[in-house]
Protein backbone atom coordinates (compact mmCIF):
# COMPACT_ATOMS: atom_id res chain seq x y z
CA UNK A 1 0.00 0.00 0.00
CA UNK A 2 0.90 3.62 -0.73
CA UNK A 3 0.86 5.54 2.50
CA UNK A 4 1.79 9.42 2.99
CA UNK A 5 2.60 10.57 6.42
CA UNK A 6 2.95 14.42 6.61
CA UNK A 7 4.96 15.23 9.64
CA UNK A 8 8.19 13.41 10.70
CA UNK A 9 8.13 14.52 14.18
CA UNK A 10 7.72 11.79 16.63
CA UNK A 11 4.39 9.81 16.15
CA UNK A 12 5.11 10.28 12.04
CA UNK A 13 8.58 9.24 12.11
CA UNK A 14 7.98 5.95 14.15
CA UNK A 15 4.61 5.22 11.89
CA UNK A 16 6.00 5.67 8.36
CA UNK A 17 8.78 3.42 10.08
CA UNK A 18 6.54 0.96 10.76
CA UNK A 19 4.54 0.76 8.33
CA UNK A 20 7.22 0.37 6.21
CA UNK A 21 8.61 -2.28 8.05
CA UNK A 22 5.64 -4.54 6.87
CA UNK A 23 6.34 -3.94 3.24
CA UNK A 24 4.14 -0.64 2.70
CA UNK A 25 5.54 1.94 0.42
CA UNK A 26 6.06 5.36 3.31
CA UNK A 27 6.93 8.67 2.20
CA UNK A 28 7.25 10.96 4.99
CA UNK A 29 7.13 14.65 4.31
CA UNK A 30 7.72 17.57 6.35
CA UNK A 31 8.51 21.83 5.74
CA UNK A 32 12.04 21.32 7.50
CA UNK A 33 14.19 20.90 4.84
CA UNK A 34 16.98 20.34 7.52
CA UNK A 35 15.14 17.73 9.17
CA UNK A 36 14.67 15.83 5.64
CA UNK A 37 18.59 16.17 4.65
CA UNK A 38 19.09 14.87 8.26
CA UNK A 39 16.72 11.95 7.71
CA UNK A 40 17.67 10.80 4.22
CA UNK A 41 21.47 10.97 6.13
CA UNK A 42 20.56 8.47 8.13
CA UNK A 43 20.40 10.93 11.13
CA UNK A 44 17.45 10.75 13.35
CA UNK A 45 16.23 13.54 15.25
CA UNK A 46 14.71 11.60 18.22
CA UNK A 47 16.34 9.09 20.53
CA UNK A 48 13.92 5.71 20.77
CA UNK A 49 15.51 2.73 21.11
CA UNK A 50 15.22 0.55 17.95
CA UNK A 51 14.46 3.77 15.67
CA UNK A 52 17.72 4.22 13.85
CA UNK A 53 18.02 0.54 12.92
CA UNK A 54 14.92 0.37 11.40
CA UNK A 55 14.80 3.79 9.45
CA UNK A 56 18.14 2.52 8.19
CA UNK A 57 17.35 -1.25 7.00
CA UNK A 58 13.69 0.15 5.24
CA UNK A 59 15.48 3.31 3.94
CA UNK A 60 17.67 1.40 2.11
CA UNK A 61 15.04 -1.03 0.94
CA UNK A 62 13.55 1.78 -0.98
CA UNK A 63 10.33 1.09 1.38
CA UNK A 64 10.80 4.13 3.02
CA UNK A 65 11.12 7.87 1.23
CA UNK A 66 11.97 11.15 2.99
CA UNK A 67 10.95 14.33 1.55
CA UNK A 68 9.57 18.21 1.60
CA UNK A 69 7.19 17.89 -1.93
CA UNK A 70 4.11 17.46 -0.54
CA UNK A 71 2.12 17.22 -3.63
CA UNK A 72 4.67 14.67 -5.42
CA UNK A 73 3.89 12.59 -1.95
CA UNK A 74 0.12 13.15 -1.46
CA UNK A 75 -0.92 12.27 -5.26
CA UNK A 76 -0.49 8.56 -5.30
CA UNK A 77 -0.69 8.21 -1.50
CA UNK A 78 -3.76 5.25 -1.24
CA UNK A 79 -3.60 6.47 2.84
CA UNK A 80 -2.16 9.69 4.17
CA UNK A 81 -1.57 10.14 8.15
CA UNK A 82 -1.33 13.71 9.38
CA UNK A 83 0.86 13.85 12.60
CA UNK A 84 1.64 17.14 13.03
CA UNK A 85 2.07 19.25 16.04
CA UNK A 86 -0.99 20.06 17.54
CA UNK A 87 0.93 22.17 21.05
CA UNK A 88 -0.83 23.96 23.85
CA UNK A 89 -2.17 26.77 23.80
CA UNK A 90 -2.23 30.03 26.04
CA UNK A 91 -5.39 29.00 26.96
CA UNK A 92 -4.80 25.13 27.59
CA UNK A 93 -6.48 24.02 24.78
CA UNK A 94 -4.84 22.24 21.85
CA UNK A 95 -3.46 24.56 18.71
CA UNK A 96 -4.34 23.09 15.82
CA UNK A 97 -3.59 26.00 13.00
CA UNK A 98 -0.31 23.37 11.54
CA UNK A 99 -3.36 20.49 11.00
CA UNK A 100 -5.56 23.40 9.53
CA UNK A 101 -2.95 24.52 7.40
CA UNK A 102 -1.85 20.69 6.36
CA UNK A 103 -5.17 20.29 5.31
CA UNK A 104 -5.74 22.79 2.71
CA UNK A 105 -2.03 21.73 1.12
CA UNK A 106 -3.07 18.39 0.75
CA UNK A 107 -6.95 19.04 -0.73
CA UNK A 108 -5.26 19.68 -4.46
CA UNK A 109 -3.68 16.21 -4.73
CA UNK A 110 -5.95 14.11 -2.84
CA UNK A 111 -7.20 10.75 -4.84
CA UNK A 112 -10.52 10.31 -4.85
CA UNK A 113 -10.30 7.26 -2.93
CA UNK A 114 -7.55 8.41 -0.66
CA UNK A 115 -8.44 7.72 2.89
CA UNK A 116 -7.14 10.89 5.11
CA UNK A 117 -6.05 9.79 8.46
CA UNK A 118 -5.61 11.72 11.87
CA UNK A 119 -2.93 10.58 13.91
CA UNK A 120 -2.29 13.62 16.02
CA UNK A 121 -4.09 14.24 19.35
CA UNK A 122 -6.46 16.58 18.22
CA UNK A 123 -9.59 17.55 20.07
CA UNK A 124 -13.29 16.01 20.03
CA UNK A 125 -14.61 16.96 16.78
CA UNK A 126 -11.69 17.93 14.31
CA UNK A 127 -12.62 14.70 12.53
CA UNK A 128 -15.38 16.23 11.88
CA UNK A 129 -13.92 19.69 10.56
CA UNK A 130 -11.59 18.30 8.52
CA UNK A 131 -14.01 16.38 6.54
CA UNK A 132 -15.78 19.78 6.18
CA UNK A 133 -12.75 21.61 4.77
CA UNK A 134 -12.14 18.88 2.39
CA UNK A 135 -15.36 18.68 1.21
CA UNK A 136 -15.44 22.75 0.85
CA UNK A 137 -11.94 22.21 -0.93
CA UNK A 138 -12.78 19.30 -3.63
CA UNK A 139 -16.35 19.38 -3.93
CA UNK A 140 -17.04 15.98 -2.34
CA UNK A 141 -17.10 13.35 -0.09
CA UNK A 142 -13.45 12.64 0.83
CA UNK A 143 -12.97 9.47 2.92
CA UNK A 144 -11.62 11.02 6.90
CA UNK A 145 -11.04 8.56 9.84
CA UNK A 146 -8.71 9.18 13.10
CA UNK A 147 -6.64 6.65 14.47
CA UNK A 148 -5.21 7.58 18.13
CA UNK A 149 -1.56 6.51 18.59
CA UNK A 150 -1.07 4.94 21.93
CA UNK A 151 3.04 4.84 22.03
CA UNK A 152 5.38 5.25 25.22
CA UNK A 153 7.86 6.89 24.52
CA UNK A 154 11.00 4.82 25.06
CA UNK A 155 8.83 2.19 23.95
CA UNK A 156 7.43 2.96 20.86
CA UNK A 157 8.22 0.69 18.15
CA UNK A 158 6.88 -2.31 20.50
CA UNK A 159 3.53 -0.44 21.55
CA UNK A 160 2.92 -0.12 17.57
CA UNK A 161 4.16 -3.75 16.60
CA UNK A 162 2.67 -5.32 19.25
CA UNK A 163 -0.52 -2.95 20.10
CA UNK A 164 -3.06 -3.40 23.16
CA UNK A 165 -5.31 -2.61 20.48
CA UNK A 166 -5.94 -0.13 17.68
CA UNK A 167 -7.99 2.35 17.72
CA UNK A 168 -10.24 3.77 14.43
CA UNK A 169 -13.09 6.25 13.97
CA UNK A 170 -14.94 5.99 10.75
CA UNK A 171 -18.15 6.78 8.43
CA UNK A 172 -18.52 3.98 7.18
CA UNK A 173 -17.04 0.01 6.77
CA UNK A 174 -15.03 0.81 3.56
CA UNK A 175 -12.69 3.40 5.31
CA UNK A 176 -12.20 0.85 8.10
CA UNK A 177 -11.57 -2.14 6.36
CA UNK A 178 -8.41 -0.55 4.68
CA UNK A 179 -7.42 0.52 7.85
CA UNK A 180 -7.85 -3.09 9.42
CA UNK A 181 -5.76 -4.43 6.04
CA UNK A 182 -3.11 -1.79 6.79
CA UNK A 183 -2.98 -3.31 10.67
CA UNK A 184 -3.42 -6.98 9.85
CA UNK A 185 0.21 -7.74 10.30
CA UNK A 186 0.21 -5.77 13.76
CA UNK A 187 -2.82 -8.07 15.05
CA UNK A 188 -1.88 -11.57 14.65
CA UNK A 189 -2.06 -12.46 18.29
CA UNK A 190 -5.71 -12.01 18.06
CA UNK A 191 -5.53 -8.57 19.56
CA UNK A 192 -8.77 -6.16 18.96
CA UNK A 193 -9.22 -3.64 16.17
CA UNK A 194 -11.87 -1.45 17.48
CA UNK A 195 -14.01 0.61 14.89
CA UNK A 196 -16.10 3.53 16.12
CA UNK A 197 -17.23 7.02 15.66
CA UNK A 198 -14.58 9.86 14.84
CA UNK A 199 -15.60 12.01 17.85
CA UNK A 200 -15.32 8.49 20.34
CA UNK A 201 -11.56 7.34 18.65
CA UNK A 202 -10.53 11.26 19.76
CA UNK A 203 -12.00 10.95 22.88
CA UNK A 204 -10.25 7.38 23.75
CA UNK A 205 -7.04 9.05 23.14
CA UNK A 206 -7.80 11.82 25.89
CA UNK A 207 -9.43 9.89 28.56
CA UNK A 208 -6.85 7.14 28.57
CA UNK A 209 -3.83 9.79 28.62
CA UNK A 210 -6.01 11.89 31.82
CA UNK A 211 -6.46 7.96 33.16
CA UNK A 212 -3.48 7.17 33.20
CA UNK A 213 -2.33 10.44 34.73
CA UNK A 214 -4.87 10.66 37.51
CA UNK A 215 -3.22 7.38 38.84
CA UNK A 216 0.14 9.04 38.90
CA UNK A 217 -0.92 11.89 39.99
CA UNK A 218 -3.14 9.89 43.17
CA UNK A 219 0.02 7.66 44.35
CA UNK A 220 1.97 10.69 44.19
CA UNK A 221 -0.50 12.72 46.26
CA UNK A 222 -0.47 9.60 48.54
CA UNK A 223 3.32 9.02 48.95
CA UNK A 224 3.45 12.77 50.10
CA UNK A 225 0.84 11.45 53.29
CA UNK A 226 2.60 8.56 53.74
CA UNK A 227 5.78 10.72 54.38
CA UNK A 228 3.97 13.00 57.01
CA UNK A 229 2.10 9.86 58.56
CA UNK A 230 5.34 7.93 59.02
CA UNK A 231 4.11 4.95 56.40
CA UNK A 232 5.93 3.71 53.32
CA UNK A 233 4.19 3.83 49.91
CA UNK A 234 6.23 1.22 48.76
CA UNK A 235 4.43 -1.01 51.41
CA UNK A 236 1.32 0.63 50.29
CA UNK A 237 1.54 0.56 46.52
CA UNK A 238 2.17 -2.95 46.70
CA UNK A 239 -0.94 -3.18 49.44
CA UNK A 240 -3.40 -2.26 46.70
CA UNK A 241 -1.38 -3.57 43.55
CA UNK A 242 -2.14 -6.68 44.25
CA UNK A 243 -6.14 -5.62 43.92
CA UNK A 244 -7.47 -6.75 40.65
CA UNK A 245 -9.24 -3.63 40.30
CA UNK A 246 -6.45 -1.42 41.14
CA UNK A 247 -2.81 -3.36 39.31
CA UNK A 248 0.64 -2.09 39.32
CA UNK A 249 0.88 0.36 36.54
CA UNK A 250 1.18 3.77 36.46
CA UNK A 251 1.54 3.60 40.60
CA UNK A 252 5.07 4.59 40.76
CA UNK A 253 5.90 7.63 43.36
CA UNK A 254 7.82 9.93 42.38
CA UNK A 255 8.68 13.79 40.81
CA UNK A 256 5.66 13.71 38.74
CA UNK A 257 5.16 13.36 35.12
CA UNK A 258 5.94 15.23 32.12
CA UNK A 259 6.94 14.71 28.29
CA UNK A 260 4.35 15.89 25.32
CA UNK A 261 1.35 13.93 26.16
CA UNK A 262 0.26 13.79 29.97
CA UNK A 263 0.52 17.60 30.68
CA UNK A 264 -0.73 19.05 27.46
CA UNK A 265 -3.65 16.20 27.00
CA UNK A 266 -4.77 16.56 30.59
CA UNK A 267 -5.52 20.59 30.15
CA UNK A 268 -6.46 20.09 26.56
CA UNK A 269 -9.29 17.52 27.67
CA UNK A 270 -10.07 20.31 30.99
CA UNK A 271 -10.36 23.17 28.16
CA UNK A 272 -12.90 20.83 26.14
CA UNK A 273 -15.30 20.25 29.53
CA UNK A 274 -15.36 24.28 29.84
CA UNK A 275 -16.01 25.24 26.18
CA UNK A 276 -19.37 22.82 26.59
CA UNK A 277 -20.22 23.79 30.38
CA UNK A 278 -19.15 21.14 32.26
CA UNK A 279 -16.71 21.94 35.22
CA UNK A 280 -13.54 19.85 35.11
CA UNK A 281 -13.00 19.21 38.59
CA UNK A 282 -10.86 16.47 39.02
CA UNK A 283 -8.89 16.93 35.28
CA UNK A 284 -8.02 20.42 36.88
CA UNK A 285 -6.77 18.43 40.27
CA UNK A 286 -4.83 15.87 38.42
CA UNK A 287 -2.82 18.91 36.82
CA UNK A 288 -2.53 20.98 39.96
CA UNK A 289 -1.58 17.77 42.01
CA UNK A 290 1.33 17.05 39.44
CA UNK A 291 2.95 20.51 39.18
CA UNK A 292 2.73 20.73 43.00
CA UNK A 293 4.34 16.81 42.44
CA UNK A 294 7.53 18.91 40.57
CA UNK A 295 8.76 21.21 43.47
CA UNK A 296 8.73 18.43 45.98
CA UNK A 297 12.63 17.69 45.69
CA UNK A 298 13.25 21.51 45.71
CA UNK A 299 11.30 21.15 49.37
CA UNK A 300 13.50 18.58 50.38
CA UNK A 301 16.46 20.07 49.29
CA UNK A 302 15.62 23.11 50.89
CA UNK A 303 15.52 21.64 54.28
CA UNK A 304 18.27 19.84 54.32
CA UNK A 305 20.96 22.73 53.28
CA UNK A 306 18.59 25.43 55.21
CA UNK A 307 18.30 27.02 52.27
CA UNK A 308 21.49 27.92 51.69
CA UNK A 309 22.59 26.70 48.12
CA UNK A 310 24.82 28.90 47.55
CA UNK A 311 28.74 28.12 46.83
CA UNK A 312 26.64 24.34 47.04
CA UNK A 313 27.89 21.68 43.99
CA UNK A 314 24.65 19.54 43.51
CA UNK A 315 24.60 17.06 40.78
CA UNK A 316 21.53 15.52 38.91
CA UNK A 317 20.81 12.26 37.42
CA UNK A 318 18.49 12.04 34.72
CA UNK A 319 17.07 15.32 32.58
CA UNK A 320 14.55 13.43 30.56
CA UNK A 321 10.99 13.30 31.55
CA UNK A 322 11.15 9.61 31.54
CA UNK A 323 14.10 6.53 30.63
CA UNK A 324 14.94 5.56 27.21
CA UNK A 325 13.87 8.74 25.62
CA UNK A 326 16.02 12.08 25.09
CA UNK A 327 12.37 14.18 25.47
CA UNK A 328 13.03 17.00 28.27
CA UNK A 329 9.46 18.52 27.28
CA UNK A 330 7.57 19.52 30.94
CA UNK A 331 10.34 17.19 32.83
CA UNK A 332 10.58 17.42 36.28
CA UNK A 333 14.15 17.91 36.59
CA UNK A 334 14.01 21.38 34.50
CA UNK A 335 11.67 22.66 37.44
CA UNK A 336 14.70 21.72 40.12
CA UNK A 337 17.38 22.75 37.97
CA UNK A 338 16.31 26.48 37.31
CA UNK A 339 15.33 26.87 41.05
CA UNK A 340 18.79 25.81 42.26
CA UNK A 341 20.48 28.23 39.89
CA UNK A 342 18.15 30.86 41.18
CA UNK A 343 19.82 30.33 44.74
CA UNK A 344 23.27 30.36 43.49
CA UNK A 345 24.23 26.38 43.31
CA UNK A 346 26.46 25.11 40.83
CA UNK A 347 24.68 22.10 38.87
CA UNK A 348 26.29 19.44 37.60
CA UNK A 349 23.91 17.09 34.99
CA UNK A 350 24.22 13.68 33.56
CA UNK A 351 21.84 11.98 31.05
CA UNK A 352 22.81 8.84 28.58
CA UNK A 353 20.82 10.69 26.09
CA UNK A 354 19.34 14.09 26.89
CA UNK A 355 22.42 15.92 27.50
CA UNK A 356 22.63 17.30 24.43
CA UNK A 357 19.10 18.96 24.13
CA UNK A 358 19.15 20.33 27.94
CA UNK A 359 22.72 22.36 26.76
CA UNK A 360 20.77 23.37 23.69
CA UNK A 361 18.72 25.43 26.25
CA UNK A 362 21.06 25.97 29.52
CA UNK A 363 24.26 26.41 27.88
CA UNK A 364 27.15 27.36 29.96
CA UNK A 365 25.01 27.33 32.95
CA UNK A 366 25.09 23.94 33.48
CA UNK A 367 28.46 21.46 33.88
CA UNK A 368 27.33 18.57 31.68
CA UNK A 369 29.21 14.96 32.76
CA UNK A 370 29.16 12.14 30.16
CA UNK A 371 30.04 9.75 33.25
CA UNK A 372 28.32 8.90 36.34
CA UNK A 373 31.40 8.92 38.51
CA UNK A 374 32.80 12.18 37.48
CA UNK A 375 29.62 13.90 37.97
CA UNK A 376 29.76 13.66 42.12
CA UNK A 377 33.22 13.94 41.98
CA UNK A 378 32.85 16.66 45.02
CA UNK A 379 29.70 16.78 45.43
CA UNK A 380 27.54 18.66 48.23
CA UNK A 381 24.21 16.36 47.21
CA UNK A 382 23.05 14.11 44.23
CA UNK A 383 19.60 14.36 43.27
CA UNK A 384 17.96 11.61 41.00
CA UNK A 385 15.48 12.59 38.47
CA UNK A 386 14.72 9.93 36.10
CA UNK A 387 14.87 6.44 36.82
CA UNK A 388 17.41 4.95 34.10
CA UNK A 389 18.93 1.54 34.64
CA UNK A 390 22.32 3.40 34.36
CA UNK A 391 21.49 4.61 37.75
CA UNK A 392 20.13 1.10 39.53
CA UNK A 393 23.48 -0.23 40.68
CA UNK A 394 26.47 2.42 40.81
CA UNK A 395 29.65 1.77 42.95
CA UNK A 396 28.08 3.18 46.44
CA UNK A 397 31.75 2.38 48.11
CA UNK A 398 33.48 4.22 45.33
CA UNK A 399 30.41 7.06 45.50
CA UNK A 400 30.94 7.82 48.98
CA UNK A 401 34.62 8.37 48.76
CA UNK A 402 34.17 10.83 46.38
CA UNK A 403 31.33 12.75 47.50
CA UNK A 404 31.65 15.86 49.37
CA UNK A 405 28.64 15.00 51.32
CA UNK A 406 27.44 11.60 51.12
CA UNK A 407 23.42 13.06 50.91
CA UNK A 408 21.09 11.56 47.80
CA UNK A 409 17.77 12.83 47.10
CA UNK A 410 15.79 10.01 45.05
CA UNK A 411 12.92 11.16 43.49
CA UNK A 412 12.35 7.66 42.05
CA UNK A 413 12.80 5.36 44.96
CA UNK A 414 15.52 3.14 43.32
CA UNK A 415 17.25 2.01 46.46
CA UNK A 416 16.11 1.01 49.77
CA UNK A 417 16.72 3.21 52.91
CA UNK A 418 17.97 1.24 55.77
CA UNK A 419 20.58 0.06 53.05
CA UNK A 420 21.64 3.28 51.82
CA UNK A 421 21.58 3.96 56.12
CA UNK A 422 24.41 0.99 56.42
CA UNK A 423 26.35 2.41 53.64
CA UNK A 424 26.71 5.78 55.13
CA UNK A 425 24.33 7.80 53.21
CA UNK A 426 21.35 10.67 54.72
CA UNK A 427 18.79 9.48 51.65
CA UNK A 428 15.87 10.97 51.08
CA UNK A 429 12.91 9.45 48.64
CA UNK A 430 9.45 10.03 47.88
CA UNK A 431 6.99 8.87 50.25
CA UNK A 432 9.23 6.80 52.82
CA UNK A 433 11.12 8.10 55.75
CA UNK A 434 14.19 10.14 55.46
CA UNK A 435 17.32 7.78 56.86
CA UNK A 436 20.99 9.20 58.18
CA UNK A 437 23.82 6.97 59.51
CA UNK A 438 23.05 9.58 62.58
CA UNK A 439 19.68 7.82 63.52
Known sequence: MKIAVVGTGYVGLVTGTCFADTGNDVTCIDIDQKKIDNLNKGIIPIYEPGLTEMVLHNYEAQRLHFTTDLPA??????????????????????????????????????????????????????????????????????????????????????????????????????????????????????????????????????VANALLSTKISFINEMANLCEKMGGDINDVRRGIGHDSRIGFAFLFPGVGYGGSCFPKDVRALAAMAEEHGTVPQMLRSVDEVNERQKTVMIDKVKTHFDGKLEGKTITVWGLAFKPRTDDIREAPALVLIDWMLEQGATVRVQDPEALEKVKADYGDKLTYCERRMGSVDGADALVIMTEWKDYHSPDFAEMYQLMASPVIFDGRNLYEPERMKRRGYTYHSIGRPTVSPSD
Not at 74 to 87: D, F, S
Not at 163 to 187: I, T
Request: charged share 25%; with cysteine.
Open 73 to 206: AIKPAEVVYLAVGTPQGEDGAANLSAMWAVVEAISPHLRDDAVVVTKSTVPVGTNERIYSMLKDFTGRNCHVASNPEFLKEGAAIEDFMKPDRVVVGVRDEEDAEVLRQLYKPFLRTEKPFLVMSPQSAEMTKY
